[in-house]
């Protein structure tokens, strides 16, 4: 049975990540800030889950230290928004450095914490959920300043990352999941999470060494940078 990490697992993105991998056969490590939310709602022997807090170096130690198999494949998918300030006035220094350090330094925390146990002889593959509004050749308009610096960092931070990797058997893959209908989304977004998990994970099936550190949406369209 291969072995899955996925963050902000309570809700949204995450916990349909965790639902789909589960049926597709996977043990799930999934990790929860604050509160289990919806993980407490599953009850499959192959999910475990366990408090991570992407900020502290402290916690994301501690999470992987309750993993005693390879890990094969990592979803970064914890993240927060940043109140989309509506001009370059209101931007709020202390809360930019928060999104960007939950957004773009806690995807690097855990890939630390785990390079070692994704280093084996079969393939390890890492998704970095990403975002368009990171791409900066898309950027026509204001707002949401730190979120869309964060998302930038994290792509940059990615294919940093994946040149490294290559000698680890290590493969990185930067996705956007489309506008879903999550909390942050809000209710007029187009996509379904169900939909939106559901492509990434077929993305992941075709993900290489050769195509390490693709930005790539979920129904397969490449991004531009």
């Known amino acids: 049975m291969p072995t899955a990490v996925v963050t902000g697992?309570?809700?949204?993105?995450?916990?349909?990540?965790?639902?789909?991998?589960?049926?597709?056969?996977?043990?799930?490590?999934?990790?929860?800030?604050?509160?289990?939310?919806k993980l407490t709602h599953i009850t499959d022997k192959s999910l475990i889950i366990h408090q991570l807090d992407v900020q502290s170096n402290e916690s994301v130690t501690s999470f992987s230290q309750i993993i005693e198999e390879d890990v094969d494949l990592l979803i970064n998918n914890a993240g927060v928004g940043d109140g989309r300030w509506s001009n370059l006035q209101e931007i709020d220094d202390k809360l930019s450095l928060e999104v960007l350090d939950v957004n773009a330094l806690g995807p690097v925390r855990m890939v630390q914490a785990l390079y070692d146990k994704m280093s084996h002889d079969s393939l390890t593959k890492v998704a970095m959920v990403s975002s368009l509004m990171g791409s900066v050749e898309d950027c026509q308009s204001g707002r949401s300043y730190a979120y869309r610096a964060s998302k930038s960092a994290l792509n940059m931070f990615t294919t940093a990352m994946k040149n490294e990797?290559?000698?680890?058997?290590?493969?990185?893959?930067?996705?956007?999941?489309?506008?879903v209908k999550t909390d942050m989304g809000g209710s007029n977004a187009p996509v379904l999470m169900s939909e939106s998990v559901k492509g990434m994970m077929e993305i992941l099936q075709s993900q290489t060494l050769d195509n390490s550190g693709r930005f790539i949406q979920f129904d397969g369209k490449i991004l531009p940078w």
């Open 9 to 37: 697992a309570n809700r949204g993105l995450g916990n349909e990540w965790v639902t789909q991998l589960l049926e597709d056969g996977w043990r799930v490590y999934a990790g929860y800030r604050s509160e289990p939310g």
């Open 165 to 179: 990797a290559l000698g680890r058997n290590i493969t990185f893959v930067i996705l956007h999941p489309g506008w």
